[in-house]
């Protein structure tokens, strides 16, 4: 049986859902003035008067939303001061701590959302970077990015 989940149509999706329901129609966590578990009409019911439009969605239609709203939060390097970059070395264990051609890089073991992470990078020219992205990235991925962001940042001067 697939879990289904509630949404409020009116929000752009930001990661959070209002609820689940594991058996229709029942919502789970949820519970009536009888102590029985509501069921999604009456959820609904329930909380219209906040002023939203709750739906029902699939498994796969919030996996594709939450991949969605973390595509969305990626960011591109941002140069930070050398103290920022040691701050954050020392603040938690750093993971993935290692060299790349050109760069030392480390993300902060700290999940942001799902599988995101703030990453930090060192230049061989002691230029500090930040950005967000996925725990996974390659150092090939790693590199591309960091040269793409030097090379369109020469551009510019």
């Known amino acids: 049986m697939n879990t289904s989940y ?5 929000v752009p999706f930001k990661g959070i859902i209002e609820s689940s329901i594991s058996v229709w129609p029942f919502v789970d966590y949820s519970q009536g ?3 029985k578990k509501l069921t999604f009409p ?3 019911k329930q909380r219209s008067n906040e002023g939203n439009d709750l739906i029902v969605v699939s498994s796969s239609k ?3 939303l939450a991949s969605d709203y973390e595509q969305s939060l990626i960011t591109e390097p941002e140069q930070i001061t050398e103290d920022q970059f040691y701050e954050m070395q020392n603040c938690l264990p750093p993971s993935k701590w290692h060299r790349i051609p050109h760069f030392e890089v480390f993300h902060i073991s700290e999940r942001y ?3 995101l992470v703030s990453w930090y990078i060192q230049t061989r020219g002691n230029v500090f970077y930040t950005f967000m992205d996925r725990s996974d990235c390659s150092d ?3 590199g591309q990015k960091m040269d793409k962001h030097i090379k369109e940042n020469l551009e510019k001067c």
Do not use: P, S
Not at 6 to 10: E, F, G, P, V
């Open 140 to 142: 090939l991925y790693l």
């Open 113 to 115: 959302y799902c599988e």
């Open 33 to 35: 003035a009888d102590g």
């Open 42 to 44: 009456q959820y609904k």
């Open 6 to 10: 509630i949404i409020d149509r009116k």
């Open 62 to 64: 919030i996996d594709q």
